[in-house]
């Protein structure tokens, strides 16, 4: 059976196939706590590395520079390429370097395996949202990139402050080495439940200047940019934040009301995608901004209180998913495939 006609099976089902979308869903489960693992896991690893909470901090911006600087030659140059296989690729990566993370005694290796993972991770995140819609009839689109996309909130809202917990009781490393482990197994559902499609036919690849003057895709693309800087400086550095507050032990609670938050979110969005894709953008952004602001005053505030201002991390959480999906739609809604 060709790759059309999966494509066509699939598409005309009128069901989601749950399957192969959680198994996606789980690939960006472990894409996100790969990244932001680290931020939980801080002073430990600043530790065990010989060097400043500040310099672990770089574990995340490397893995960043990667995304950045990977994602659009990488996606651009694997456009025609099988996306189960490319897939398998990306996810593949992160077995690598998340087991490199773990053995390595040297930060220098280490910053080279976390910028690795964030090659891996910037040719996933331009797989996951069009490999789901894929699967899926029109009507169903929006259902399907929320379930899809639904491994990032439980990520951040269990995944890391399990992580987090698991790194205090057994040690950071075994912690990594769960996640290969993990990613492992993940190869094995992707081959029996995900489709195989074709990638894009050669003579309908578009350029880079194609696509960056396509209608909206600039606004996203800035949204997206100050949105997601300010999300990792707050993540990145939460632990030491929460210490300097008061709250060092409190640090898995936090992000687990923020990615709870995040859960309903993306839930929410799912249901009201359709509505909300035309409108959504900088109003979501200014309200998550208004949130750090208020965290950010809020430490030198004598008469500030962390726990009684938890509503501002519960807002800020349920925006981040709703623009990432919403972004995520408006972004789809302009691409073409073989």
């Known amino acids: 059976m060709t790759s059309e006609t999966i494509e066509c099976n699939l598409s005309t089902s009128g069901r989601l196939p749950l399957g192969g979308l959680l198994a996606l869903a789980t690939a960006g489960f472990i894409t996100i706590l790969t990244e932001a693992l680290p931020a939980g896991l801080l002073p430990q690893m600043g530790r065990s590395l010989n060097v400043s909470d500040a310099m672990v901090g770089q574990l995340v911006t490397l893995y960043a520079i990667g995304s950045l600087v990977a994602a659009i030659p990488l996606t651009s140059a694997t456009q025609g390429w099988r996306r189960r296989r490319l897939l398998l690729l990306a996810i593949g990566g992160f077995a690598v370097v998340n087991t490199i993370t773990a053995v390595s005694t040297s930060y220098v290796l280490t910053l080279?395996?976390?910028?690795?993972?964030?090659?891996?991770?910037?040719?996933?995140?331009?797989?996951?949202?069009?490999?789901?819609?894929?699967?899926?009839?029109?009507?169903?689109?929006?259902?399907?990139?929320?379930?899809?996309?639904?491994?990032?909130?439980?990520?951040?809202?269990?995944?890391?402050?399990?992580g987090t917990l698991l790194g205090t009781m057994v040690g950071w490393r075994y912690t990594f080495g769960i996640m290969t482990a993990l990613t492992v197994g993940l190869l094995g559902w992707v081959v029996a439940a995900v489709p195989d499609f074709a990638g894009q036919c050669q003579g309908r690849h578009l350029t880079l200047r194609h696509v960056f003057l396509m209608p909206g895709v600039r606004r996203v693309l800035s949204v997206t940019l100050l949105f997601v800087l300010a999300h990792n400086i707050l993540y990145t550095y939460i632990a030491p934040f929460l210490i300097r507050a008061g709250m060092g032990g409190q640090v898995d609670t936090v992000l687990f009301v923020f990615g709870l938050a995040a859960l309903v979110g993306i839930w929410l969005v799912g249901i009201l995608i359709r509505s909300l894709a035309a409108d959504?953008?900088?109003?979501?952004?200014?309200?998550?901004?208004?949130?750090?602001?208020?965290?950010?005053?809020?430490?030198?505030?004598?008469?500030?209180?962390?726990?009684?201002?938890?509503?501002?991390g519960i807002v800020g959480g349920l925006l981040l998913c709703a623009l990432m999906i919403v972004q995520t739609g408006q972004f789809h809604r302009s691409a073409s495939v073989c």
Do not use: K
């Not at 964030?118 to 040719?123: N, P, Q």
């Not at 990139?145 to 890391?160: D, E, H, K, R, Y």
């Not at 900088?282 to 208004?290: I, K």
């Open 280 to 312: 959504a953008g900088p109003g979501e952004y200014r309200s998550f901004h208004d949130c750090r602001l208020h965290i950010g005053f809020c430490r030198d505030q004598p008469d500030c209180n962390l726990p009684r201002d938890r509503s501002v």
């Open 112 to 162: 080279a395996a976390r910028f690795l993972a964030g090659v891996s991770a910037g040719l996933l995140w331009a797989l996951l949202a069009g490999y789901a819609s894929r699967m899926v009839a029109p009507a169903l689109q929006g259902q399907a990139i929320a379930v899809a996309m639904v491994g990032t909130p439980l990520a951040l809202s269990f995944g890391i402050p399990l």
